[in-house]
């Protein structure tokens, strides 16, 4: 394994990639910075980027503890190699293994709900500054169906209906799959809540996880 040392941005331009990919081209003019994680230039829109866990999760059943007696095919082998020498997994193994070093990014997170309660309240507050639109991008180690999509979309907009500054766009990032959520268009009295959602191949979820380990700002 190398020694090279984890920090946030591998993530924050998997996310900027995959919304280029999947939503167009403007997406990649979007700076990888903070507060929040992703903003265009002119300031029309500030993304947040942040992951979500189950408590209950075991991130010791990471890729670490099962190397030893991990039976690997040979069409996967070149994949797994790609983990143990990057220190990241996300996208590749249909995301069962934890790369070392996202260990701690995975290990630090909040449940779904915990999570959009912190980062509503936040943008609420004014911490991510002055952006014409904010959105905010995450991560899901778990498979999320259909109807908790909605939901989490519906709690979302519950949080912050009374805010000044709130989020217009949530995007629910899947290992397979990216929910992306329309967060000023959300009455469940009036409505039906609904969200569009993209596919994510094996292929691109390789080609994905290559451009945000090899690319930089």
Not at 84 to 98: A, D, N, P, T
Not at 105 to 119: F, Q
């Amino acid at each position: 394994m190398n020694n090279r040392k984890f920090d946030t941005n591998f993530f924050e331009r998997y996310a900027r990639i995959t919304l280029t990919s999947l939503l167009g081209d403007r997406y990649g003019q979007m700076l990888n910075e903070d507060r929040p994680d992703l903003q265009m230039e002119d300031r029309s829109l500030g993304i947040e980027v942040t992951r979500a866990m189950q408590e209950s999760k075991d991130v010791a059943h990471s890729l670490l503890k099962e190397m030893a007696g991990l039976k690997v095919s040979e069409g996967d082998r070149e994949e797994m190699n790609r983990i143990i020498s990057s220190g990241y997994g996300y996208g590749l193994q249909e995301g069962r293994y934890i790369g070392h070093l996202e260990y701690d990014y995975w290990a630090l997170a909040l449940p779904l709900r915990r999570i959009i309660a912190s980062k509503v309240e936040k943008v609420g507050s004014g911490f991510y500054g002055d952006f014409d639109e904010y959105g905010l991008y995450i991560f899901c180690k778990d498979t999320l169906s259909d109807d908790e999509v909605l939901l989490t979309m519906e709690y979302t907009s519950d949080l912050q209906r009374n805010l000044d500054m709130k989020y217009s766009v949530m995007y629910l990032s899947l290992i397979d799959r990216l929910y992306v959520c329309d967060l000023t268009d959300v009455d469940r009295i009036v409505k039906k809540t609904t969200c569009t959602s993209y596919g994510i191949s094996r292929k691109m979820c390789r080609d994905f996880f290559t451009e945000a380990l090899e690319s930089s700002d």
